[in-house]
């Protein structure tokens, strides 16, 4: 039995505006993952000589349609299931802004009218660095405490965590700490970079802001995450935000792989699959007594 499969309905072509082929500056230097000025020569390299693996492999296939078996369309799709997908956490506090962000980036779109997430919700956004298909999965989780251990679920298995304050709430930058604490009970904290980020900057005097960043920048430097401030309202910053997470999460990817090659040849196919856990899908352990 054979199916009739539209050729690029497999994988659609990144959209122009996501494709990155410099690296983006951090927001502040003195709170910053690193403070490089490009991507690292090694990535660039591995890019140029297509050795990033998996990655970016599927041939484009002419106009038309193809006519696959059943079996080579479930090969086709679990190669597709290995392309490398970062998780991305969003965590904060109730009202700070989370999903505003996200739907700013992902569909360049504000709703002024409120509305708490509840539970999880994730959107899965594609990038093209150096040449290269990227993904990331944006996870927007409930700050509503009595969510919290429904959320706690999908922190699992994340690579990057964002924790995004109020830059007009002292309060939430101050529980910034405690989201912290709780997404790495899930995750190895030497294997997730971390962003602070504020939101809601447009509704902040100069003022006001100065103050309130000086305290970011310092709680910033002592969990070792990079620093940002942004408003989803007029868009400042949200795109140069996701850029830069997508950069840095690609480049630690790359250079974890070609690590792990070691000897191979330039010719070789360098790997970069996506963890043993489905990102799709929670954990399956349970948790007894909690939300309840």
């Known amino acids: 039995m054979s199916v009739r499969v539209p050729a690029m309905s497999v994988l659609p072509p990144v959209r122009r505006d996501r494709i990155?082929?410099?690296?983006?500056?951090?927001?502040?230097?003195?709170?910053?993952?690193?403070?490089?000025?490009?991507?690292?020569?090694?990535?660039?390299?591995?890019?140029?000589?297509?050795?990033?693996?998996?990655?970016?492999?599927?041939?484009?296939?002419?106009?038309?349609?193809?006519?696959?078996?059943?079996?080579?369309?479930?090969?086709?799709?679990?190669?597709?299931?290995?392309?490398?997908?970062?998780?991305?956490?969003v965590v904060g506090d109730l009202a700070v802004g989370k999903t505003c962000l996200i739907n700013r980036f992902c569909k360049d779109a504000f709703d002024k009218n409120y509305k708490a997430t509840i539970g999880v919700d994730f959107e899965m956004e594609r990038f093209e660095v150096l040449g290269v298909p990227f993904s990331l999965q944006l996870w927007?989780?409930?700050?509503?405490?009595?969510?919290?251990?429904?959320?706690?679920?999908?922190?699992?298995?994340?690579?990057?965590?964002?924790?995004?304050?109020?830059?007009?709430?002292?309060?939430?930058?101050?529980?910034?700490?405690?989201?912290l604490e709780d997404a790495l009970k899930e995750n190895d904290?030497?294997?997730?970079?971390?962003?602070?980020?504020?939101?809601?900057?447009?509704?902040?005097?100069?003022?006001?802001?100065?103050?309130?960043?000086?305290?970011?920048?310092?709680?910033?430097?002592?969990?070792?995450?990079?620093?940002?401030?942004?408003?989803?309202?007029?868009?400042?910053?949200?795109?140069?935000?996701?850029?830069?997470?997508?950069?840095l999460a690609f480049e630690t990817n790359v250079l974890a792989e070609l690590e792990k090659s070691g000897s191979r040849q330039i010719g070789d196919v360098v790997r970069i699959n996506s963890t043993s856990n489905n990102l799709y899908t929670a954990s399956k352990k349970k948790q007894p007594g909690c939300c309840q």
């Open 20 to 89: 990155i082929s410099q690296l983006p500056q951090p927001f502040r230097k003195e709170a910053a993952l690193h403070s490089k000025d490009d991507f690292n020569n090694k990535v660039k390299t591995a890019c140029q000589e297509q050795r990033t693996g998996t990655v970016g492999r599927v041939q484009k296939p002419g106009c038309g349609l193809l006519f696959v078996t059943l079996t080579h369309l479930l090969l086709v799709l679990l190669f597709l299931s290995r392309f490398k997908i970062s998780k991305v956490i």
């Open 140 to 179: 927007d989780t409930a700050g509503q405490e009595r969510f919290k251990c429904i959320a706690s679920t999908y922190y699992r298995g994340a690579q990057i965590v964002i924790i995004v304050f109020d830059v007009n709430d002292v309060a939430s930058l101050g529980h910034t700490r405690q989201w």
């Open 189 to 247: 904290p030497t294997s997730v970079q971390l962003f602070l980020v504020g939101t809601k900057k447009d509704l902040s005097s100069p003022a006001q802001y100065s103050q309130i960043e000086q305290d970011a920048l310092k709680i910033a430097k002592e969990i070792h995450a990079e620093y940002w401030a942004v408003s989803s309202l007029t868009g400042e910053n949200v795109k140069e935000f996701f850029f830069r997470v997508a950069s």
